[in-house]
C-alpha cells in the first residue's frame, strides 16, 4: 500500500486559514480528485468538518477522538488505527490534512505531493517543516496558479 501526502501550501507552507483553505483554485480541486478517486483517504475531523461531507468515490476514513459514527465516513480512534483500516481496503493510501495529520504522517509517508501554490497568501495553519533533500523528485508540472510536483522518500541508503 502506497502512503502518500496530498497537500496544496504556499512557498511558506501556508496550508489554512480560519479553519478553511485560503484559496480557491478549481484545477487543484480537480487534480486532487483525480488523483485520490478509487483510493482511501485519511483526514484529521477539523478537515472533515470544514469539507462537510464525505469525500464520494473514495474510503472515507476521519481520526477522532469526539466524533460520533456517521454515514460515508469510518471514524478511527487514532492514526494506526486508520492506517490499519486503510490496509484492509487495499487501495492506495492519501493522508489528506489538515495539519496535525501531516505532522503525524510526515515520518509515515513513501510519497509527497504537492501543489506549489504560487501567491503568497496569508493564513494561520502551516505544513511541518519540511526538509527536501530527504525527498527525491519524482516529476513536476505546472499549471497557471500553482506547480504540481511528486517526490518519493529516498532510502537510508541514498540519505548517508
Ligand atoms: N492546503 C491543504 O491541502 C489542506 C488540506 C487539508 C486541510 N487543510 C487545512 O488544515 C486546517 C485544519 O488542520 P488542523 O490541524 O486544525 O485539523 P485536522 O488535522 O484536520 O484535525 C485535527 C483533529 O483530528 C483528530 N486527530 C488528529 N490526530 C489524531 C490522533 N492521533 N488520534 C485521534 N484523533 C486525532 C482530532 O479530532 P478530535 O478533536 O475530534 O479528537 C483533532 O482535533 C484547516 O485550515 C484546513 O483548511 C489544508
Known amino acids: 500500500m502506497e502512503k502518500n501526502i496530498i497537500v496544496a501550501m504556499t512557498r511558506r507552507r501556508v496550508i489554512g486559514c480560519h479553519g478553511a483553505l485560503p484559496w480557491h483554485i478549481p484545477e487543484d480541486l480537480r487534480l486532487f480528485r483525480t488523483l485520490t478517486s478509487g483510493h482511501t483517504v485519511i483526514m484529521g475531523r477539523t478537515t472533515f468538518e470544514s469539507i462537510g461531507r464525505p469525500l464520494p468515490e473514495r474510503h472515507n476514513l476521519v481520526v477522532s477522538r469526539t466524533l460520533m459514527p456517521c454515514s460515508g465516513i469510518v471514524v478511527c480512534p487514532s492514526l494506526i488505527a486508520a492506517m490499519e483500516q486503510a490496509r484492509r481496503l487495499q487501495r492506495d493510501l492519501f493522508f489528506i490534512g489538515g495539519r496535525e495529520i501531516y505532522r503525524q504522517a510526515l515520518p509515515l509517508a513513501d510519497r509527497l ?48
Open 113 to 160: 505531493l504537492i501543489s506549489w501554490i504560487e501567491q503568497d497568501y496569508a493564513g494561520d495553519c502551516f505544513f511541518p517543516l519540511l526538509d527536501l533533500s530527504l525527498w527525491k523528485q519524482e516529476w513536476s508540472r505546472e499549471y497557471p496558479a500553482f506547480t504540481h510536483v511528486g517526490y518519493r522518500r529516498r532510502s537510508a541508503k541514498e540519505v548517508a
